[in-house]
């Protein structure tokens, strides 16, 4: 397997646009995580997915974050719109459900809004 | 959640051993102790964890306390590609499977 794979790597938009990262997780894992990373607050979780469904959303900052798990193998965390204070690396991990086992994390998506 | 502590950074010297502490002391029974690290420019990689027994793999060595309020990573032969952030976090086994994450402990290792 390729791993959880994210994408784009890199993204800048101005602010006010609509973006959209994407992450394929690891093929069986049922579990999904997405994860923002800063210097100030460090890795944060977003969300998470059980089985495609969204478990916890606690941690999504506001109404402008949203995210999707249309099926097993992809889902999306949209910021609409976007504010420069949303620049961050946001990363995707899965897990399988087979216990305490370790997350596998994606490479990142690295989000710079003008 | 059940709260770790760790140094912000610590150094050593190549081909040496490392041993990076953890403070857990209000850990409950459940909560598993995994450790991960961040190598820079890259998503975090899972590194071990345990429960109460010394647990070994490929990449380190876990030292569980006797009492689990407390623990420590092994580096055996710490590599110039071992630097890194290491995170120490407690993972309930039975409720779900969120990670909480601290800020962890800059690792740099000296040539």
């Known amino acids: 397997d390729a791993g959880v794979i994210q994408s784009p790597r890199h993204e800048v938009t101005e602010m006010g646009q609509e973006v959209t990262l994407r992450c394929k997780p690891i093929?069986?894992?049922?579990?999904l995580f997405w994860y923002r990373q800063t210097m100030m607050r460090g890795l944060e979780l977003l969300i998470y997915?059980?089985?495609?469904?969204?478990?916890?959303d606690s941690g999504m900052p506001e109404d402008r974050f949203s995210a999707k798990m249309p099926n097993a193998s992809f889902s999306t965390l949209k910021i609409q719109p976007s504010e420069p204070r949303d620049s961050a690396v946001y990363f995707c991990?899965?897990?399988?459900?087979?216990?305490?086992?370790?997350?596998?994390f994606g490479q990142g998506t690295r989000l710079t809004v003008v | 959640d059940a709260k770790t502590t760790q140094p912000n950074s610590m150094e050593s010297n190549e081909e040496e051993p490392v041993h990076l502490p953890c403070n857990h002391s209000?850990?409950?029974?459940?909560?598993?102790i995994h450790w991960y690290r961040q190598l820079p420019s890259q998503g975090p990689e899972y590194v071990i964890h345990?429960?109460?027994?010394?647990v070994n793999n490929r990449m380190a060595s876990l030292a569980i306390a006797e009492d689990r309020k407390s623990s420590t990573l092994i580096l055996h032969r710490a590599t110039l590609r071992d630097a890194a952030v290491y995170y120490c976090i407690l993972r309930d086994g039975l409720s779900n499977y969120q990670l909480i994450w601290g800020a962890g402990t800059k690792l740099i290792i000296k040539p």
């Open positions: 209000t850990i409950s029974g459940t909560d598993y």
């Open positions: 345990g429960l109460t027994s010394n």
């Open positions: 991990a899965s897990n399988p459900i087979e216990g305490n086992t370790e997350a596998f």
């Open positions: 093929s069986g894992h049922d579990y």
């Open positions: 997915f059980n089985n495609n469904v969204p478990i916890d």
